[in-house]
């Protein structure tokens, strides 16, 4: 039974309850959890349609070989980066330290934006498109529903940046930052997983 | 038959096969409703103990207890039924996926829009033909059945026979049937696939084996139209030839069923009409008006052309 | 820390009173005129509007249906060309599945669950605001499709290949396609503020095994929801670029896998029907004990029953996919798993008749709905245990035993607990009863009517007729059997029809209703009858399950506190609870109207408009709309330096945070 069961109106006194969100209370925080695994869900679908095709494919898969690791493994770098860069400025804001906080923010957008520009780059340059064949309408797909989650991140992190400088957070009242660092993370998560899927495992053989 | 696509009776091995349990689940299931029902009725309409006087009828149950022991018991008695079905399940389907003796025949089924396609396999190159819609088996033995999607999903059922198998492009499926005596066997395609899956029937035809081989022989050989029907053969060269194939004749389009014998079939247009000089005449006139967005355009021709093409048509045993 | 204690409300327990009602009243009702028809966050409001957008598409769906019997009473009969015939089997799958059957389900929770848990409104309201117009936009966009005479035409299922471009060259896929995952986005919304209101904003005290049934039957579904969701998304999404920008995904003659269409599909639809009756089984469970006068028998077997359904619903979807040439191994597991997944179910309904056996039945209108549809269950699950079995299914799939399973389930599991649903909570929503003699007729013309049409369709589909065709020969013998549906198919719509008569008739001249006319147990019957915008004027504390029925059940020691409790009147608030034993954790500010979520509701319209005419600037300028509005949203509010009382300022208090 709970002890918060108050039974007599003279047992006047009532806990000084949190106002708002501070911490990790934040309804949104819970919320956005959830995002996340609907997200991963989608990513899940999206690797098991590749493997169902991998398997009954009449032919060599990847047709044309593994993907080149030229520009996508310093990509893959380049975000593991920018993730740490917000999570340093996470950190920073629950000490108070605003100042870190905003320059962590800043560098996690910039090497987003060089995430992306590498990852167009090289899409580019292999002269293919989605609708060329199977394994590449699986590839842009997969790595295009990923960088569109990435330019949601990046325009999430510019917002928070402007946030930041202009002063809405402090070491209590900082849970937009705890959200928008947990969607980046989670964003860069799945780009591990997929850059193993179409990257690595394709090597493995 | 009343119901030829019904499948509460079989008459072929694997339908055989399944139709215990099929009776045996039917049986379960009305048993569940009638007991459960009833358990519903009573508890509704059961009586109650009388309330003592002043009590409100519509008061509140002080202290209700009980009622567990209905959940365990029914959910337990459901869990024995439930298991011993998935039992008996897993045996008939062993039993159910591969024939009692290795098949002699193959025949490769194709699903079209809205059409069947069978080509006959033969280990004698000159042996293997196409023909559509009837498809004639050897009563008595099993007939192996390779399944092929043509343009979209289909599914090939012969109720009496068996159950169903999808036609899939892509992908191969394999099924087989057995016929225990010679008889007519409706089948249809059970895929949502267009506008006319409501007219893509079939029909099996077992026969004894010497006759199936006299028909086997027989739609082995190409036409060979005499003479006296070469106006319709030229009219049907140029209307038709490009969709229908008739061996012996330069017709040779792949698009719709093959011709050859034609009138070796009981029934036109994938089992919707009879096999009649005037439903034949009708169904070449006016293919839209019999079924509505089939892939047999209307042609405008002139009566005689028609007659001529149908005369032609008739020759093809 | 010294900056903590500004940041906190410290807040006397107070008694209920008349002043305090008044000021909770003004801070949150909807604003009048358009700010509050379009920006309303209250739940009522908001299930309300769910609850009539859903029926609207009822009907349509309904009428589909009775225009698609006519067509089917007689054989060979040419009300509809084939194309016609198609179009309206598809809308009447669609409008009920999608548009009627999780739709309703979502108003009726939006309305009542911060009743019943004591709340003043979900964890997200704005989010909740967005789910609704998401919803209505979806449905119009899918239906604009008949507009052009194209509506999607291959069945709401819609396997590949004959819904690739090859074999359906018009918009009518490409309407579907969009219209899903425009609607999938509104359900996953929905579904995110319904789980994190059950983990978050509960009543101080209701911890999770006092919870009703009704919100176990959400709460799972909208778990399986957030999981399964993506995966039609995803299909839908693929079929669209083959459509429209050449991917090969399912075109076999690249490699492509037509059965990659039925793994997603069935993934997501099979979780699906599950999702679209256990909050409606939840409602039985919740409202049958009233008319029983006693609790629910078992109350924890039939929680985790809820989710153990939707679990094991997790591992069945290739049960829809036999026929397709499937290995052994799959076909074993697959079929067990079916066959056993109506274990669950049958705890459930051996509650019910177990409640109803050691209970005192009182015959309401409401009563006949809940105690008749576990007749309707039980026919519709048996129908289905028998085509668990692989080789039964095997003749049974694709014929019209299916439809007399899908309907029975649907219909009995959905429909009638819903009205049913209708006939118990209509006094709490409007403060009138709706007729209980026109309520009984309503019952007995539906019952009849439904049974009359759907139970030939057994033996129709055991004669061997085929789904999903529009016309049949007259040597098959399923004309019979086809008539009689046809006729109990109008039966059937007319006692729904009698449904909304009593609807209309009960609004005007209806008998007044106080706060708990049934003398229900949970605490949606504490207030009054309409609620106030505010739901509870102070915040209830909870020692049970019944905290109406406690002094007389008199089977527990602790007492639940209806009268007194947190005001929480510092602006709109609401108290957030720790998530297993609802412990009071934080207080919640909570948003006021706004216009944030229409306007992104528009911006994603726009979207989706964009991409069905393939244009790019179409999509972009929906995409900025839907940007700002997003920002807007989430902009966030001054830190507040100075007392609590500073948020007392409405409409200007911003919440911090959504």
Redesign the interface.
């Given at each position: 039974m709970s002890d918060v069961a108050l039974h007599r109106s003279d047992e006047i006194r009532a806990p000084a309850l949190p106002v708002g969100s501070i911490g990790n209370q934040a309804s949104g925080y819970f919320g956005v959890w959830w995002v996340i695994i609907t997200e991963a869900s989608l990513f899940i679908y999206l690797i098991f349609g590749y493997a169902y095709c991998a398997m009954q494919f009449p032919g060599k898969w990847p047709p044309s070989g593994p993907p080149e690791l030229t520009l996508a493994l310093p990509d893959t770098l380049i975000l593991i980066l920018s993730s740490v860069a917000v999570a340093l400025g996470e950190h920073a804001i629950k000490q108070g330290k605003r100042a870190r906080l905003t320059l962590g923010l800043v560098v996690g957008f910039v090497l987003g934006i060089v995430f992306v520009a590498i990852q167009l780059k090289e899409w580019a340059s292999r002269g293919t498109t989605l609708a060329s064949n199977l394994y590449y309408s699986f590839y842009f797909t997969t790595t295009g529903f990923h960088m569109a989650h990435v330019v949601v991140g990046i325009l999430i992190l510019g917002a928070l940046t402007i946030w930041s400088a202009l002063g809405k957070f402090d070491s209590v009242r900082n849970s937009p930052v705890s959200i928008g660092a947990l969607y980046w993370h989670f964003v860069d998560a799945v780009w591990i997983v997929l850059f193993t899927t179409y990257y690595i495992v394709p090597r493995l053989k | 038959m009343s119901a030829p696509l019904n499948y509460l009776t079989s008459h072929g091995a694997r339908a055989d096969m399944i139709l215990p349990l099929t009776r045996g689940v039917l049986i379960i299931s009305i048993i569940v409703i009638l007991i459960v029902c009833g358990l519903l009725a009573a508890a509704i309409f059961r009586r109650r103990p009388v309330e003592a006087p002043g009590a409100d009828p519509r008061g509140l149950l002080f202290r209700p207890r009980g009622g567990l022991t209905f959940v365990y018991v029914g959910v337990g008695i459901s869990t024995l039924v439930l298991v011993a079905t998935t039992i008996r399940t897993m045996k008939t389907l062993a039993d159910v996926v591969s024939p009692p003796r290795e098949a002699k025949l193959t025949i490769e089924v194709t699903g079209h829009q809205w059409w069947w396609e069978a080509r006959y396999f033969s280990e004698k190159p000159a042996e293997i033909f196409t023909t559509a819609n009837e498809i004639h088996i050897p009563a008595g033995e099993p007939v192996r059945f390779k399944l092929i999607g043509g343009d979209v999903i289909h599914s090939f059922w012969v109720p009496a026979l068996a159950g169903k198998t999808d036609t899939i492009p892509g992908q191969t499926n394999i099924t087989w049937l057995q016929a225990e005596r010679p008889g007519v066997y409706r089948g249809q395609c059970t895929e949502y696939c267009g506008k006319q899956h409501a007219n893509m029937a079939f029909f099996v035809v077992a026969d004894e084996p010497a006759r199936f081989e006299e028909w086997r022989q027989k739609q082995i050989a190409p036409a060979a139209p005499s003479a006296d029907v070469a106006q319709g053969l030229s009219a049907f060269q140029t209307r038709c030839g490009a969709c229908h194939t008739v061996r012996g004749t330069p017709a040779g389009g792949k698009v719709g069923p093959d011709l050859t014998h034609v009138m070796s079939r009981g029934t036109i247009a994938a089992g919707t009409l009879p096999n009649t000089p005037g439903h034949l005449t009708g169904w070449i006139a006016n293919p839209q008006g019999v079924k509505p967005g089939n892939h047999m355009p209307q042609i405008d021709m002139s009566g005689a052309d028609l007659n001529a093409i149908r005369t032609f048509l008739q020759t093809l045993g | 820390?010294a900056?903590?204690?500004q940041?906190?409300?410290?807040?006397?327990?107070v008694?209920a009173n008349a002043e305090l009602a008044e000021r909770l009243h003004k801070v949150w009702e909807t604003e009048p005129g358009i700010k509050g028809f379009l920006g309303t966050v209250d739940h009522k409001e908001i299930g309300i509007r769910y609850i009539v957008t859903s029926f609207i598409f009822l009907l349509i769906g309904g009428v589909e249906a009775l225009i698609l019997r006519v067509q089917l009473a007689q054989p060979d009969l040419h009300v509809l060309?084939?194309?016609q015939y198609?179009q309206l089997f598809t809308m009447h799958g669609v409008s009920m599945i999608f548009l009627y059957a999780m739709p309703v389900l979502t108003g009726f929770s939006n309305y009542l669950w911060p009743l019943l848990l004591g709340a003043r409104d979900t964890?997200?309201p704005r989010?909740n605001a967005l789910s609704y117009w998401l919803y209505l936009f979806s449905g119009l966009f899918i239906y604009a499709s008949f507009s052009m005479g194209h509506a999607p035409n291959?069945?709401w299922f819609n396997?590949?290949?004959?819904a690739n471009r090859q074999?359906n060259p018009g918009p009518n896929i490409d309407f579907y396609s969009l219209g899903m995952i425009f609607l999938g986005i509104s359900t996953?919304v929905s579904?995110?503020?319904f789980?994190?209101t059950a983990?978050?904003?509960r009543a101080?005290?209701m911890?999770i095994n006092r919870i009703p049934i009704l919100v176990w039957g959400t709460l799972t579904s909208s778990v399986a929801n957030?999981?399964?969701?993506?995966?039609v998304?995803?299909a839908f999404f693929?079929l669209y670029?083959d459509r429209n920008?050449?991917?090969?995904?399912f075109?076999?003659?690249?490699?492509?896998?037509?059965?990659?269409w039925q793994?997603?599909f069935w993934?997501f639809a099979h979780p699906w029907v599950y999702a679209i009756v256990l909050p409606a089984m939840g409602m039985v469970s919740d409202g049958l004990p009233i008319f029983c006068?006693?609790?629910l028998?078992?109350y924890t077997?039939v929680a985790l029953s809820t989710m153990a359904t939707m679990a094991i619903g997790f591992g069945v979807w290739t049960h829809h996919m036999f026929?397709?040439?499937m290995s052994?191994l799959a076909?074993?597991f697959f079929?067990?798993v079916s066959?056993?997944i109506?274990?669950p179910s049958?705890?459930a309904?051996?509650?019910w008749?177990?409640?109803?056996?050691?209970?005192?039945?009182?015959f309401t209108a409401a009563f006949h709905f809940f105690?008749g549809m576990?007749?309707l269950f039980?026919?519709g699950g048996?129908?289905g245990?028998?085509t668990?079995?692989?080789?039964?299914?095997?003749?049974l799939?694709?014929?019209y035993f299916v439809v007399a399973h899908l309907h029975y389930v649907l219909i009995g599991i959905n429909v009638f607990p819903v009205v049913g649903a209708i006939y118990m909570w209509f006094p709490k929503v409007t403060g009138k009863f709706l007729d209980e003699r026109l309520g009984k007729l309503n019952f007995w013309l539906m019952f009849v009517g439904f049974n009359l049409a759907f139970f030939p369709m057994h033996i129709s589909g055991?004669?061997?007729?085929?789904?999903?065709?529009?016309?049949?020969p007259h040597?098959?013998?399923?004309s019979a059997w086809n008539l009689i549906t046809s006729i109990g198919a109008f039966l059937f719509a007319i006692g729904v029809l009698l449904l909304f008569h009593n609807i209309a008739v009960s609004l005007r001249r209806g008998k007044h209703a106080g706060a708990n006319p049934w003398?229900g147990g949970t605490l949606e019957w504490a207030i009054p009858s309409p609620p106030p915008p505010y739901n509870f004027v102070v915040l209830p504390?909870?020692?049970g399950r019944h905290p109406l029925?406690e002094d007389?059940?008199?089977?527990?020691?602790?007492?639940?506190?209806l009268d007194?409790?947190?005001a929480l009147d510092k602006g709109r608030?609401m108290?957030?609870t720790s998530v297993v034993?609802?412990?009071?954790?934080?207080?919640?500010?909570m948003p006021f109207d706004s216009y944030a979520p229409f306007t992104l509701a528009v911006g994603t319209t726009i979207i989706f408009v964009g991409m069905l005419y393939r244009s790019w600037p179409g999509m972009a300028a929906g995409a900025i709309i839907t940007?700002i509005a997003l920002?807007l949203w989430?902009?966030?509010g001054r830190?507040?330096e100075g007392s609590?009382e500073a948020?007392n300022e409405p409409p200007f208090a911003e919440?911090?945070?959504?």
């Open positions: - | - | 820390m900056r903590h204690t940041l906190t409300q410290t807040t006397a327990i008694t060309s084939p194309e198609n964890a997200l989010v291959d069945g396997y590949v290949p004959y074999y996953t579904s995110a503020n789980v994190v983990m978050r904003t101080a005290g911890s957030l999981l399964v969701i993506p995966a998304s995803l693929l670029l920008y050449g991917t090969k995904f075109q076999p003659q690249s490699g492509g896998q037509p059965l990659l793994h997603l993934i006068r006693r609790p028998v078992g077997l026929a397709t040439g052994d076909l074993s079929s067990g066959i056993i109506a274990v049958a705890v309904v051996f509650a008749i177990a409640t109803i056996w050691t209970g005192r039945p009182v105690a576990i007749a039980v026919i048996v129908s245990f028998m668990g079995s692989v080789p039964v299914d095997w003749q799939t694709d014929t055991l004669l061997g007729m085929p789904r999903r065709i529009y016309t049949y040597d098959v013998g399923w003398d504390t909870v020692a029925w007389r059940l008199d089977d527990a020691p602790g007492r639940s506190r007194t409790g947190l608030q108290l957030g034993d609802a412990e009071p954790a934080v207080i919640l500010q940007g920002l989430l902009w966030p830190l507040r609590p948020a919440p911090d945070h959504v």
